[in-house]
Each structure stands twice: as structure tokens, then as C-alpha cells.
């Protein structure tokens, strides 16, 4: 009988006796080689001559081996993979995996990881190596017997067989392996291993803080052995795990203590840091899904979100949250956390689970797992599929986390779990608990989403998983009682202090200017998450912030007083009262706009977190910057937020008592209606008092609230529930009234397409009354608007001049979400004086520009601009990384959009992550993604970026519509 094609041996040159190879032996290279360049050398040597054997009758072997390849090289490069797969290459080869197996001679476990079959560098704990593809002899023998090779050929060709074969190898290394990183005396142990010292060994036996499990740690705090709570001052040795950090200067603070326990922080309190036990059993239920965060170029965003396993997001995603809270695209990193139940009836001591991962950053190393606070090697298997991890774990509760890292994460990242193919009985689930939601909570939270395909927002309820209706958190944030730092004393901070000014004095009195304040700022921000000092980490965190103040800098200076307050016991939002204050004071130019931008989100996150006090304080603040920019419209704004928030503290208080009714009996008609009607009348968050309006007393308020909540998708029935809602408002006084006749505008926006007639003119009249429709033709006429060239403003329609540039900016805010709708057309240029001739066209001539505000900045979305040189007209997005006409701005499409001298349409759909701009009911832009790459070009020379304004180059344009619409709920 023909012998199966044994790629190793003919292709590597690594005989039977010697298969399945490790990682080193896979790349030709001596055992526990961890010279980077040999390892790098090694891996591309076997990929070039592997490539050439992709042209040959064993395609598919071929790359199988290119896989494996490519995954011995991604561990060996990594020095944490490879250091948790070296400590298991040699427990294994010190012959220690035959303890699992009873009959080694008749079914002998491996001696070595394979790497064609799946992961194997497994560190001790629960989590064990996958299944080997067939059983080896003893190393003693150097051949392998008759009967292990004829094992070996029938598991190659009866996959199914080698499947059952695995789960039994896999429960009984399991044993082994749980077993053996037990934690042991010296005397128990052998010669070898006590001399030894294998990082898992440590991990087991405590001598290095374990990642924390169940604590979704901020980046600032230190990752490395040595470099967390178990530090000391400056005067104890122990803080030699600060790289690079603050000389010592003067003697110790007032504070300093002999080292701690490395598994215990100060005061003999368990470290968040230290190693983590698993119940035996599930305590209390469970909630589906995973929680995180995200840190974007190493700080906190500022939100939570929950991602259910088995679903996809991708980088869309994570751009639409960035562009939400004015941040620009950085290095990014999400991390999820969750319980990996593992449960059911008559289980074995171990079973068998595949933890997958698909996601474009596996290859690089930017998608990690981690089990129990350990990481795990991912591997694709022989028979295809993502990569994947497989433990062997006791029935019970573990901690695992999902890590995702790079610049750009791409379309799909997908994690999921189940039990190993061959298990039968095990129930098997990822969720959380309060534990962890209080974990997660415990860092400055300004918003909740899910990140499962486009994200959308949460409530504290959702999240909580309350059964009915339930008022919302305290306006205390939940903080875990070890999650974050006590202040350090004035006396540690003063001795911080002069430490800091010793190191940097020269850098100090340099930054002088605002990009160099800027570059320090981030300079001391580096060095406070390598510093392992409490009080030299807040002083030197204090310092950057101020620097960023100094520097005109408000999103860097917000930025950092977020990790301030994730690090240490500081509220968040008196630490950005504090930060904006120091801004109003400085009276910087340059910091105008940008503090203007924050202090818009800020104030409308405050409210939205029930923080009133601090939300009248950050208007406050922005009416007075707004003052300084002499931006009349943003100060009445401010100033209305700031009553806004005022009457928002007072009603809040007065419904105490209801909330406290709710929470004891949740169906009480009355308590109900009296926190629905504040949350939907009077803060006007509908998705959030909707569910206690259902409950209300009041029949006809009830039945409104239930159709609404049913979110019809007919338009008969959206009509219906528009209308209902506007027979409620004509019974209410006028502030409720405009509140319920918005919510009833948000429903025909959603029907009126699908309306004609007198039906038609009667919802775009309602539209008008709630406020939902903006008419910018009637603001111009009224003079809330700003003419740079010459426009003419009549009953009804805009005109522009044949003018080089000429522009009209509205004096109105529009909303986060919003559409502009517009009917236009392009008017003939009039006749040239008698014997002239009109002058060539010029770069731009015919456009009709559109200036869409997007949260920090603004886009122009361009139409029909001329490029001379072609004579060719295009549409783009201006200006995308600084360019606009040019082939590198991805939304660059030519084409001519306007018919000449006929009435043309123009629609603009701006969303917190995309805009779209159709021209006759057709698409001529799309763009999704990050938001923060556009910004208004410089020619355009509009005062304020959060305004919308026409400009046309030399080609007059009559406007018929321009209609603002709030899209938002």
C-alpha cells in the first residue's frame, strides 16, 4: 500500500522519530534558540522554499506547513508566547506528559508540541495542549515501533477516529497538566525543575502578580512583573521594575513602607494584580455577553461596551464611537472580559473547549486570548477553520479576555466558543456578572454601547440585565473597591514634585511654546505608565495635563485628567471642570475653538449621566469662552444648557421618591408616569423613560408609549403613532408640548417619504411645528446668517453671485445626526459686455459647495468642480488628510451630478460615523469611517467649523430648499 506523502521528513528533512516537530525543530534551529534574528532568518528560509512547493502536486500540504510556519514564527518572536511555550516544551520533554496516560507503550502521549495540528504552547493551569495527530514512541527508542506507525497511518486516514482518539488525550493531559503547576514545596520537586524557574511556575506559585481577572485595567497601570502595587519608594529596592524612571532626588516621602507582598497590596489587601482563583462552582447568574473598553493611543475612551460572542465587528465600529467623542485615529486596543461557564451533567473532571478568534490582526500577534489571566497561543488546525485555542478546564466559572491591538482592526473580528468536537453534554457559556460590570464601571463611563456589527447605545439597565424597567445608577459612578488608587498626600506629592522638576528642569524651561508643552505633556505621560510610584504617577499625570492646558490643547488635556480619574480616587467630572476652568483662564486663542468643541460633548454627557451640577458648570464655562470667541449663537447655547441643567437637578430630586417606588414595586401606575414623564418631558431621553410610560397610569399616555415602544416599520402604523403622540402634546402645557411634538416629528420623519397629497403637506407642516425641520432659507431672511460675497435672500430661495467665492454661513447649531435637504439649480452666466468674451474656466468653476459640521470639525462635500486641466468635473469630500481634488482622497468621483439650467436635488445624511450626499436620488458619495481624517480647508475661511454654509465658485445657483433636519431620537 502506497505510504502517505510525509511532508516533513521529504520537504524539512525531520524523520519520523523526531515528528511532530516543535516550533525550533519546524525552523531548523537549535532548541530554545530565542535569538531574534535567527528565528526571523530561519522562518524566511522554510517560507521561500515552501512557496516554490505551492506550484506542486501538494498544494494544500504546502500551505498547511506555510501556516505552521508562520505561527512558530509569530510565538517565537513574541517573548510572552514564547516563554509560556518553552516552559511547556520542557515539562514535556522531560518526560512528565506521560503521567496522563496509562498505557504509554500501547497509546503514548507525544514528547513534543505540533504545530501542524493546533496549539500547543500551553503554560500550566487549566488550559492543556491541543489534540496531537498520532500517538509517538518513547525518545528512548529513536524509531518508532511497528505498531505506533501503523497507529499513526490509520489515525492520518480516518480523521474521525483521530477525533475520538484526541478528546481522550486531551482529558487525560489535562489531569496531567492541572496536576503538575500545582504549587510544591522544594522537596517535592526535582533536582531540575528547582532549578529552574519557569515563568508559569511563578505565576503558580505567586511569586510574580497574574494578570488581574475580572478588572478591565487601565493602560497606564503597569502590565510588568514588578511594576504594580507591590513597589515601594524610592529608597527600597523593589522599584528596579521602573524602566527608565525618576531619579530619586531628597529623601523618601513621608509615606514610604517597607515592600509589600508581591500577591497583596498595601495594607494587606488582596492586590487586583495577584493571582486569581476559580470557583468551584457558578455563584450567581450570569449575563450574556462580554465587557470592555477601548484606550485609544494608551488612554481610556471613556466608554463601556458589551460584544456578544459569535458576532462581527470591525473597525467601522470602533471609528464611529472615536468620531462621537472628537478623537482622532491611534493606536487602538479592545478589551474584553468574561465568564467561560462550563457546566451540565455528569461531566468529566476536564472537558474539552475551542476558543476561536477570527480577526486580520491573528497574524501580527494583535489578537490575543487569555485564560484565568494566562495568555493562549492560537493556531489553526489541520482541518482548516480560524484560529483557535483548546483548553481542558474544570466545570465551573473562569475568567478569559479578548485583546485587540493595531492602528486599523479591520472588517471582521469574531470570537467564539464552544465544547471540543467529540464532547457530548457540556453547557457551555460566556457571560458576566455584577462583578465585573462593577469592574468596568468603576472607570469614567461617558457612554455604553454594544460593539456587535454598528454599535448602539445602552442603558445602565440593559447592561444590568433588570428584568422591567429600572431607574438609573447613582449619580456616583459604582467604583470597585480596588480599582483605582487613593490620592497621594500632600507631602508625596510635593517630594514628587521636586523629584520631577530635578529630572526635566531643562525640558520644563524650554516649553515655552505650545508644540513643545504639547510634546512634554506626552513625554510625561509615557513616563508616568513605566513608573511604579503612586505619587510620582499622579504628579507626573497632574503635570502633563497642565502642560496641555498651557499649550492650548483641550482634547490632550481632557484626555488626561480621564486617566487621572481611572487611576486614582478623583471624580471625573470635577476633574473636567477643573481642566475647562484652567483653559477659560488661560485665555488662549488657539484653545478657543477646540474647548468649545469639548465642552459641547461634555455637557451633553453630563446630563446624560445625570451629572447636573457639573453640567451647568462646564456651560457656564463654555459661555464664557464663547463670549471671548465672540460666537454669539454657541453663547445663548451654552447659556440654555446651563438652565437646562439647572431645572434638570431640580426635577431629578422631586422624582427620588417615585424611583425609590419603582424600585420596590416596579408596576406602580404612578411612580411609573412620574419617572417616565421627567425622562421623556423633561430630559427628553425617550429610550429611556419609554419603558416607565408604559407602565403609566394615565390610559391614553400608556397606549402612545406601548405603540412606540412596539417600533412599528409600516408606514400606515408610524403615521399612527406620530399622530397619537400629537393629539397627547395639544393636552399639555408648552414645554411639554414641544418635548411630545418632537417625539411625534421623529416618527414622521420616518413616514413622510411614503406620504403624498394633502397627507404629504400636512406632516412636513408638523415637522416645521416640532422643530424637527429647520427652514435655512427663512434664517437667512431673517438675518441669522453671514454673507462673505454676495447673496440674495428673498421669500423663499437663495441666490449667489457669479463670484470667484462666495459664501453664506447659518447661524444655526445643528444636531449630532442630522440630514440637509436641498433644491437647487444652476443658473447660465450672464452675458459678457458687448465685444468682450467671457474668461477661460478656472480650477473649481460650477461647484456647489456644502459645509457639513461633524463634532470637532467640518467636511465640504463638493460638487462639480472642474478640473481644468482634464475639463473634467468631479465630486469629493474636502479635505480628506489635507487633500481634496486629488486621487488620494478615497471619496474623489468624477462625474457631473447638476443638470444645467434645470431644479436638481441635493440630500446630505450626516451620522456620527459616515456621510452620505445624493444628487437626484442617486448616491455621489459614501463615506464611512473615520471621521476625524476630514477638516475644512483653509481657502474655505469660515470663522467656526460647527456651522453650515453654501459657497459657489463663479457660477451663480438659485436655492429653493434648504431644510435642516434632527434625525437623532
Given amino acids: 500500500m502506497t505510504q502517505p506523502f ?83 516544551l520542557r515539562h514535556l520533554k522531560a518526560g512528565k506528559a506521560a503521567a496522563s496516560s496509562s498505557n504509554a507503550a500501547a497509546a503514548p502521549l507525544r514528547s ?62 489535562g489531569l496531567y497538566v492541572v496536576w503538575d503547576s500545582r504549587p510544591r514545596p522544594p522537596a517535592e520537586r526535582g533536582d531540575a525543575a528547582r532549578g529552574e524557574r519557569l515563568a508559569g511556575d511563578d505565576l503558580a506559585r505567586g511569586d510574580v502578580p497574574a494578570p488581574g481577572a475580572g478588572v478591565i485595567p487601565s493602560r497606564s497601570e503597569p502590565s510588568k512583573p514588578g511594576a504594580g502595587d507591590a513597589a515601594v519608594g524610592p529608597s527600597g529596592s523593589a522599584n528596579s521594575g521602573s524602566s527608565g524612571g525618576i531619579p530619586r532626588a531628597g529623601p523618601p516621602p513621608p509615606s514610604a513602607v517597607p515592600a509589600a507582598n508581591p500577591g497583596t497590596a498595601p495594607g494587606g489587601v488582596a492586590s487586583a494584580a495577584g493571582p486569581q482563583t476559580t470557583a468551584e462552582s457558578p455563584a450567581a447568574e450570569l449575563l450574556p ?42 493606536d487602538l486596543e479592545v478589551r474584553l472580559e468574561g465568564i467561560l461557564r462550563v457546566g451540565g451533567q455528569n461531566l468529566p473532571p476536564f472537558v474539552g473547549v475551542e476558543l476561536a478568534v477570527t480577526s486580520p490582526l491573528v497574524d501580527s500577534g494583535g489578537a490575543e486570548l487569555s485564560f484565568e489571566g494566562r495568555p493562549l497561543p492560537l493556531r489553526v488546525f489541520g482541518g482548516g477553520g480560524p484560529p483557535k485555542a483548546v483548553l481542558g478546564v474544570k466545570p465551573g466559572d473562569h475568567r478569559i479576555a479578548w485583546t485587540l491591538k493595531g492602528t486599523d482592526l479591520g472588517a471582521e473580528n469574531r470570537f467564539t466558543v464552544g465544547p471540543l468536537r467529540g464532547m457530548v453534554g457540556p453547557e457551555i457559556t460566556v457571560g458576566y456578572d455584577a462583578e465585573l460590570l462593577k469592574a468596568c464601571q468603576g472607570l469614567p463611563t461617558l457612554g455604553r454601547y454594544s460593539l456587535n456589527g454598528e454599535p448602539a447605545e445602552l442603558s445602565a439597565e440593559e447592561l444590568a440585565g433588570s428584568a422591567g424597567p429600572q431607574p438609573p445608577p447613582s449619580e456616583t459612578p459604582a467604583v470597585a473597591a480596588d480599582a483605582r488608587r487613593p490620592v497621594p498626600s500632600s507631602a508625596d506629592q510635593a517630594w514628587a514634585k521636586n523629584s520631577l522638576q530635578e529630572k526635566y528642569r531643562k525640558e520644563l524651561a524650554d516649553a515655552d511654546r505650545p508644540e513643545t508643552r504639547s510634546l512634554l505633556a506626552r513625554t510625561l505621560m509615557k513616563e508616568a505608565d513605566q513608573e511604579s510610584h503612586p505619587a510620582l504617577r499622579y504628579v507626573l499625570r497632574t503635570e502633563a495635563r497642565d502642560l496641555a492646558v498651557k499649550a492650548g490643547d483641550p482634547f490632550l488635556a481632557v484626555q488626561i485628567g480621564e486617566t487621572i480619574a481611572a487611576e486614582f480616587h478623583r471624580d471625573v467630572w470635577e476633574v473636567h471642570v477643573e481642566t475647562l476652568g484652567e483653559i477659560r483662564k488661560g485665555k488662549l486663542v488657539i484653545a478657543r475653538e477646540p474647548a468649545l468643541t469639548v465642552l459641547q460633548s ?58 425609590a417606588a419603582v424600585r420596590t414595586k416596579g408596576d406602580d401606575p404612578a411612580a411609573n408616569e412620574a419617572v417616565g414623564r421627567f425622562y421623556c418631558l423633561v430630559k427628553q431621553d425617550w429610550k429611556a423613560g419609554l419603558p416607565y410610560l408604559a407602565k403609566a397610569g394615565h390610559a391614553v399616555l400608556r397606549s402612545a408609549a406601548e405603540n412606540d415602544l412596539a417600533g412599528p416599520t409600516s408606514p400606515p402604523a408610524q403615521l399612527r403613532v406620530a399622530d397619537d403622540w400629537w393629539a397627547y402634546a395639544e393636552s399639555l402645557e408648552d414645554a411639554d408640548k414641544a418635548a411630545v411634538r418632537r417625539r411625534a416629528g421623529y416618527w414622521y420623519l420616518k413616514t413622510e417619504k411614503f406620504q403624498s397629497g394633502e397627507q404629504l403637506a400636512r406632516v412636513r407642516q408638523r415637522l416645521a411645528e416640532s422643530g424637527r425641520a429647520v427652514d435655512l432659507i427663512a434664517a437667512a431672511t431673517s438675518r441669522k446668517a453671514l454673507h462673505m460675497g454676495t447673496w440674495q435672500a428673498g421669500r423663499g430661495v437663495l441666490v449667489s453671485a457669479p463670484q470667484p467665492l462666495t459664501k453664506i454661513v447659518f447661524q444655526v447649531l445643528p444636531p449630532e445626526e442630522y440630514d440637509l435637504v436641498l433644491g437647487l439649480q444652476p443658473l447660465p452666466l450672464p452675458a459678457p459686455p458687448q465685444g468682450r468674451k467671457n474668461p477661460p474656466p478656472v480650477a473649481g468653476q460650477g461647484a456647489f459647495m456644502i459645509g457639513l459640521p461633524l463634532g470637532r470639525s467640518s467636511a465640504v462635500a463638493v460638487l462639480d468642480w472642474l478640473q481644468t486641466t482634464e475639463n473634467v468635473q468631479y465630486v469629493f469630500l474636502a479635505n480628506y488628510d489635507g487633500k481634496g481634488p486629488d486621487p488620494a482622497n478615497p471619496t474623489l468621483r468624477r462625474g457631473q451630478v447638476f443638470r444645467a439650467s434645470q431644479p436638481n436635488s441635493a440630500v446630505c445624511q450626516v451620522r456620527p460615523d459616515s456621510i452620505t450626499v445624493l444628487t437626484n436620488g442617486v448616491p455621489v458619495i459614501e463615506f464611512r469611517g473615520d471621521l476625524g481624517r476630514l477638516s475644512l480647508p483653509r481657502e474655505i475661511g469660515v470663522g467656526s467649523a460647527r456651522r453650515i454654509f453654501f459657497a459657489t465658485v463663479l457660477v451663480p445657483y438659485q436655492v429653493t430648499q434648504a431644510e435642516l433636519r434632527d434625525v437623532g431620537e
Fill in 289 to 330: 455577553g462580554m465587557l470592555g473598553r477601548i484606550s485609544v493611543a494608551g488612554e481610556d475612551l471613556g466608554v463601556l461596551v458589551r460584544y456578544m460572542p459569535g458576532d462581527a465587528f470591525g473597525q467601522a465600529a470602533i471609528d464611529r464611537l472615536l468620531t462621537r467623542y472628537g478623537l482622532e485615529k491611534a
Fill in 112 to 173: 513534543t508540541p505540533s504545530p501542524l495540528e493546533g496549539s500547543d504552547d500551553s503554560g500550566p493551569g487549566t488550559w492543556i495542549a491541543s489534540p496531537p495527530l498520532g500517538a509517538e514512541t518513547r525518545r528512548s527508542t529513536g524509531v518508532p515501533s511497528r505498531r505506533s506507525r501503523n497507529l499513526l497511518s490509520y489515525l492520518w486516514n480516518h480523521p474521525a477516529a483521530a477525533a475520538g482518539a484526541a478528546v481522550l488525550i486531551l482529558i487525560g493531559a
Fill in 6 to 88: 510525509d511532508a516533513y521528513h521529504i520537504w524539512l528533512g525531520i524523520p519520523p522519530g523526531e515528528q511532530p516537530p516543535d516550533h525550533y525543530r519546524l525552523l531548523g534551529i537549535p532548541l530554545f534558540e530565542h535569538d531574534p534574528d535567527v528565528i526571523e532568518q530561519a522562518a524566511e528560509r522554510q517560507t521561500a522554499f515552501l512557496r516554490q512547493m505551492e506550484t506542486g502536486p501538494h498544494r494544500e500540504t504546502a500551505q498547511r506547513l506555510l501556516r505552521e510556519i508562520a505561527q512558530a514564527r509569530a510565538t517565537l518572536l513574541n517573548p510572552a508566547a514564547r516563554g509560556t511555550y518553552d516552559e511547556v
Fill in 602 to 659: 461634555l455637557v451633553r454627557s453630563a446630563i446624560r449621566e445625570d451629572r447636573y451640577e457639573a453640567a451647568k458648570s462646564l456651560a457656564e464655562i463654555g459661555e464664557g469662552i464663547a463670549q471671548d470667541a465672540r460666537d454669539l449663537v454657541l453663547r445663548e447655547a451654552f447659556k440654555e444648557a446651563s438652565e437646562k441643567a439647572q431645572s434638570l437637578a431640580t426635577a431629578y430630586q422631586a422624582i427620588q421618591g417615585a424611583l
